[in-house]
């Protein structure tokens, strides 16, 4: 257990992540989620109130427990069924097609694995189900994108796992998802490699709309 990244980092992120406007972006993300939902990198659970009525259970899953007490307080404050998993999302004991809707905010930088957790997403999404994303990444300006490779170690270290200069479209294209849905925007009040944004939903591209 390290004492960082077990209990500081994850005090540090739930505050800054839970600021007003990354809270608004959250639940416009998550506005189209309904039914059997999975999150992928549940984290200390901002999400949970941004979840729309129409969400009838959420499964959860996270290889770590950050802030327990925090997360079982929020857990027990929205009105549908929550099942929490430890788990990976690079390997998913659900079976294919379970979910209605697969949630990702954040989450993308840090999974060691992600082009296999995308993989993931896409076989456990149910026929015409679909990925909500919302996710940092690599800038298409040039030469902040050369400022987040350079920075990129530093990143890592800092702040457990997390790159700056993954190319989140690319990434969830080659896991054979499709946009119905994308956009690409600067978080204001954010550093120039922090802010470029990307938020969507993808689904199955065999799948109908």
């Known amino acids: 257990m390290s004492l960082y990244s077990d209990v500081i980092f994850p005090r540090l992120l739930d505050l800054v992540m839970g600021q007003p406007r990354l809270m608004e972006c959250r639940r416009a ?3 189209a989620a309904r039914g059997e939902v999975l999150e992928i990198g549940f984290g200390t659970g901002l999400n949970l109130t941004c979840y729309p009525t129409a969400t009838s259970r959420l499964t959860i899953i996270d290889p770590a427990q950050h802030l327990p007490a925090r997360v079982e307080k929020r857990i027990c404050e929205v009105a549908f069924p929550v099942v929490r998993e430890h788990l990976d999302a690079a390997t998913l004991p659900f079976e294919a097609g ?8 954040w989450t993308l930088c840090t999974i ?4 296999q957790a995308l993989a993931e997403v896409r076989r456990v999404l149910a026929s015409g189900g679909k990925f909500l994303f919302l996710e940092h990444g690599r800038s298409a300006d040039s030469r902040i994108a050369r400022r987040q490779d350079r920075w990129n170690g530093v990143q890592k270290f800092v702040a457990c796992g997390c790159h700056l200069n993954r190319p989140i479209d690319r990434l969830i294209e080659a896991a054979g998802l499709r946009f119905e ?6 978080m204001p009040g954010t550093p120039a490699v922090l802010a470029p944004h990307y938020m969507g939903i993808a689904v199955g591209s065999s799948a109908t709309a």
């Open 112 to 115: 060691p694995a992600v082009e």
């Open 181 to 186: 849905q994308f956009e690409r925007f600067t």
């Open 98 to 105: 379970r979910f209605d809707t697969v949630v990702s905010t």
């Open 29 to 31: 993300a998550l506005a």
